[in-house]
């Protein structure tokens, strides 16, 4: 179980990997972001993008869930009250694999009990570029006393 | 079709309504943000939240979703660059009806024939509650000569 007290500045975590479907594409698009470009690949390669992209939404959601996988579901974790920065900074495609990376920037308590941790949430595809950033910050719990 | 010129600065543009089931939120957090609180109620009742909440990425997701069938496919819209100061000020619970708001903050001409217009998305719940706030930047294409 990871508390507070394990979370180091400039400590990174790998985050594992994710293979974007095309389907999943449509899917996501076809509920929260119901763009052309996101639908329809004919659509799409009339587009500047120049063929289907992902939502950004969809990527960023992407990021949580191996932010999830690999950290927050083995930690105290209590929630976030937000992020900064959200960039997105190259096309997500179908056949992408995604690979994330969390880096912790700053760590600091703020109340009895729970510590407030700032890192920086990276998504790379399979050629190694950057396609999206963020700066998440998320509440943790300290370790228990008795433990 | 809104182009560019047609955005301006304090504009507001009323996103509609949206209805959260319990259904949508565990499917959501089962794909994308499976956190203990996100997926199941008993889980959730034992959390400082109380009960079920949904995903942040889920709230943002929907937000997006008014955004673009009150705005962005009546639009030359472009894509986006990214967000920033994405805030979760409230949780989410089954049953809540979201309504959105989309505030012009500035509009400046980008590249030829493109501009990017930064505006404050908010959802409020049925409360009158501001449940998400973020600043959102978009690109839109310009007015064509001929038109």
Do not use: C
Request: hydrophobic residues 35%; without cysteine.
């Amino acid at each position: 179980m990871i508390y507070f007290e394990d979370l180091k500045e400039n400590m990174e975590m790998p985050l594992g990997k994710y293979s974007v479907t095309k389907e999943e594409i449509l899917e996501f698009a076809t509920k929260y972001d119901p763009q052309p470009f996101h639908l329809s690949e004919e659509s799409a390669k009339k587009s500047m993008f120049g063929g289907l992209i992902a939502s950004g939404w969809h990527t960023a959601s992407i990021a949580m869930r191996l932010y999830v996988d690999a950290v927050l579901n083995k930690s105290a974790s209590l929630g976030s009250p937000g992020v900064d920065e959200l960039r997105w900074k190259r096309p997500v495609r179908p056949g992408d694999v995604l690979t994330g990376k969390f880096t912790i920037i700053e760590t600091k308590p703020f109340r009895k009990g729970i510590g407030m941790v700032k890192g920086r949430a990276e998504l790379r595809n399979q050629d190694d570029k950057i396609v999206m950033t963020f700066i998440g910050n998320g509440m943790f719990g300290t370790r228990p006393a008795k433990e």
